[in-house]
Structures are given as structure tokens and as C-alpha cells.
T-cell receptor
Framework: NAGVMQNPRHLVRRRGQEARLRCSPM?????VYWYRQLPEEGLKFMVY????????ESGMPKERFSAEFPKEGPSILRIQQVVRGDSAAYFC??????????????FGQGTRLTVV | SQQGEEDPQALSIQEGENATMNCSYK?????LQWYRQNSGRGLVHLIL?????REKHSGRLRVTLDTSKKSSSLLITASRAADTASYFC???????????FGEGTQLTVNP
């Protein structure tokens, strides 16, 4: 089991471009979470998805950000028209059950987005 | 203050000493989890304690949970330089569908 795979590890975008971040959960995991982390800070929840469904997107900005977890393929976090303030590390985690099911979440190594 | 607040923000100790980090939270939880993050890396799960448990051990780690005070502590015994990292607590709320993380404690273990 390869663990949670995120790519790319580093992404540089110019202001106004689109950023697409990919996350392949661990095998057998159908629950995916995206978090954002600024330097020296904790992780801020963005969105929780199950296969083909968004369960909780309360942490995601209403504009420019979207996420999906299709039936086949990785989960995608998409940021349109990026601005400098979007520069951060974006982490994906997966679990076999939702957090209340008393199972741990497994994290990827993150994608570090830099907007220039 | 936010759900899952760690205390202290930073802790510096000598190798061999014990390190204690605390976490407070506000809502009812199903479980509380501790994670470790090395600089520039992803988070690694350390230990999960359920709301009906009071104490749990894993190697040199000891976690306590006091649901009446809505607080938890992580004790690392006989610390090593390799324990240098940020440590985060995360709560799985009974009413929610997410893990909510605190701001973390930066632990430095000096050789």
C-alpha cells in the first residue's frame, strides 16, 4: 500500500493561473479530506469528500476553489485565478471511515503552492 | 479560542528529559488524535484516544484525556533529538464530519 500520494509536491503559478492539486487516497479508503497550512500555523480544514460526493465544504472559500473525488481517479483540488494569498501547503488525508468512526487519517506529503 | 488549542506553542528541552504538551477543545468529541509533523513534511499519526478512554500508551508516548475538562495531554518520555517536530492534536467532533486541528506545539530536543 503506497500511502496517500499527492502531486505535484511543488507547484508554482503566476497570479491569475489555475492550480490543480491531485490526491490519490490509500487503497480501500473512500473518505478524503483537504487541509491548508500556512507557515508556522496549524492545518485548516477545507473540504471532506466521499466518492462522487462533497460531504462538507464549509472550510472552502466560496469563490475560485472547488474539489471533486470522482468514481475513478484521484481527488482534485482546483484553484482558479490564483492570488498570492493562496500560497500555502495543501495536504490531503484519507481514511476508511469518517473521523467519528475512531479511525486515524493518513496524510500525504502535501503540495506546496507558490503564487508569483 | 479555537477547537484543539495546544499549549505551549513552543517547548525546548534537553535529550533524555520528558516533554508534555497539552490540548484543550470546546465541543463534544468522539475521539482525539495526536499527530507529528517534521518540517516541510506531511503529518504522521501518533495515537488515537476515544472519548470513553482516559489514558493510552504507545511506546514512549502517553496520552491522557479528561472529557470533563475538555483537555488532553501528550507526554513523550526520555526524549531524543529525533523527536524534534511539531505536534498537533485533532478532534473528531460528535456533530461533525472532520478532524479539527490545533495550532500545534513546536518541540525542540537539544542533544
Amino acid at each position: 500500500n503506497a500511502g496517500v500520494m499527492q502531486n505535484p509536491r511543488h507547484l508554482v503559478r503566476r497570479r491569475g493561473q489555475e492550480a490543480r492539486l491531485r490526491c490519490s487516497p490509500m487503497k480501500g479508503h473512500s473518505h478524503v479530506y483537504w487541509y491548508r497550512q500556512l507557515p508556522e500555523e496549524g492545518l485548516k480544514f477545507m473540504v471532506y469528500l466521499q466518492k462522487e460526493n462533497i460531504i462538507d465544504e464549509s472550510g472552502m472559500p466560496k469563490e475560485r476553489f472547488s474539489a471533486e473525488f470522482p468514481k475513478e481517479g484521484p481527488s482534485i483540488l482546483r484553484i482558479q485565478q490564483v492570488v498570492r494569498g493562496d500560497s500555502a501547503a495543501y495536504f490531503c488525508a484519507s481514511s476508511p471511515n469518517q473521523p467519528g468512526g475512531n479511525t486515524e487519517a493518513f496524510f500525504g506529503q502535501g503540495t506546496r503552492l507558490t503564487v508569483v | 479560542s479555537q477547537q484543539g488549542e495546544e499549549d505551549p506553542q513552543a517547548l525546548s528541552i534537553q535529550e533524555g528529559e520528558n516533554a508534555t504538551m497539552n490540548c484543550s477543545y470546546k465541543t463534544s468529541i468522539n475521539n482525539l488524535q495526536w499527530y507529528r509533523q517534521n518540517s516541510g513534511r506531511g503529518l504522521v499519526h501518533l495515537i488515537l484516544i476515544r472519548s470513553n478512554e482516559r489514558e493510552k500508551h504507545s511506546g514512549r508516548l502517553r496520552v491522557t484525556l479528561d472529557t470533563s475538562k475538555k483537555s488532553s495531554s501528550l507526554l513523550i518520555t526520555a526524549s531524543r533529538a529525533a523527536d524534534t517536530a511539531s505536534y498537533f492534536c485533532a478532534t473528531a467532533e460528535t456533530s461533525g464530519s472532520r478532524l479539527t486541528f490545533g495550532e500545534g506545539t513546536q518541540l525542540t530536543v537539544n542533544p
